[in-house]
């Protein structure tokens, strides 16, 4: 089974954020890191390795030459190669541009399946696996709790506010997993030594059939502006009767 895990570097969550004058992440404003989300992905297709020494794992990215550290930690952890869009005609590219680009890495290449995380910490759109899936014309299961990956199917558990849901596909398919998923390992020492010596294919704008001209009409920010301060929550007295406004508030919020 061959599996491609897509990575995103993002800005370090645990420090402040901002944005440029054009309503862009400032990616110089915090340190850079693998997104935790795509690292539960690539928990999941390690853990079909641990038990199949046969499968193969490729991580993917696009991104500026810094996203190299990104896919550097992928194959610490243990992915076996990876591929690395980088283009300057990359800059800027919106949601369709992007699955586009990572369809076209991905096309050809023989995956039996594409593990990605729900959405990123930065742009939070939720939509580029779902385009991937679209372009490569496989079915794909969405914001998955559990996952269970067999010879010649995948399946799992979301939940929502209402329902838990089961859902089951043929591969290859395209898959994304939320946080409830499995929790990342830690490189080893060893897997970081051998980092170094696994391969890394460079793939180029002109190589996906993408240009700056196929999204230069895309998303455009308007105007940003800075999120409010918290307000004071509600506070609950208790007057014999704080079980039942606690329930109440819980049960308005779709909590319970």
Do not use: W
Not at 162 to 175: C, D, K, N, R, T
Not at 235 to 246: E, S, W
Request: no cysteine.
């Amino acid at each position: 089974m061959k599996i491609a895990v897509l990575i995103k570097q993002v800005p370090d969550t645990g420090e402040d954020r901002h944005l440029t004058a054009k309503g862009a992440v400032d990616r110089a404003s915090a340190d850079r890191v693998a997104d935790e989300i795509t690292e539960r992905a690539l928990e999941i297709a390690l853990r079909e390795k641990d038990a199949d020494k046969s499968v193969e794992i490729v991580a993917v990215t696009m991104g500026p030459g810094t996203a190299m550290e990104a896919l550097r930690k992928a194959l610490s952890m243990g992915a076996d190669s990876a591929i690395h869009l980088v283009d300057d005609a990359f800059a800027g590219a919106d949601a369709p541009a992007t699955a586009a680009a990572l369809a076209g890495a991905l096309q050809g290449g023989n995956f039996d399946l594409v593990v990605a995380g729900n959405e990123s910490t930065d742009g939070r759109g939720g939509v580029v696996p779902a385009m991937v899936a679209e372009l490569l014309g496989h079915p794909f299961l969405g914001s998955l709790d559990t996952v269970a990956i067999s010879a010649g199917a995948v399946s799992g558990q979301r939940q929502d506010s209402e329902s838990l849901q089961e859902l089951a596909a043929g591969l290859p398919a395209v898959i994304s997993i939320t946080e409830a998923s499995a929790e990342a390992r830690f490189p080893k020492f060893k897997g970081i030594m051998t980092a170094k010596r696994k391969p890394v294919a460079v793939v180029t704008a002109a190589a996906v059939g993408l240009s700056a001209a196929r999204h230069a009409d895309g998303n455009v920010v308007l105007a940003s502006s800075r999120r409010p301060a918290r307000t004071v929550g509600i506070k609950v007295v208790d007057d014999g009767t704080a079980a039942t406004q606690l329930a109440a508030y819980l049960s308005a919020e779709n909590l319970i």
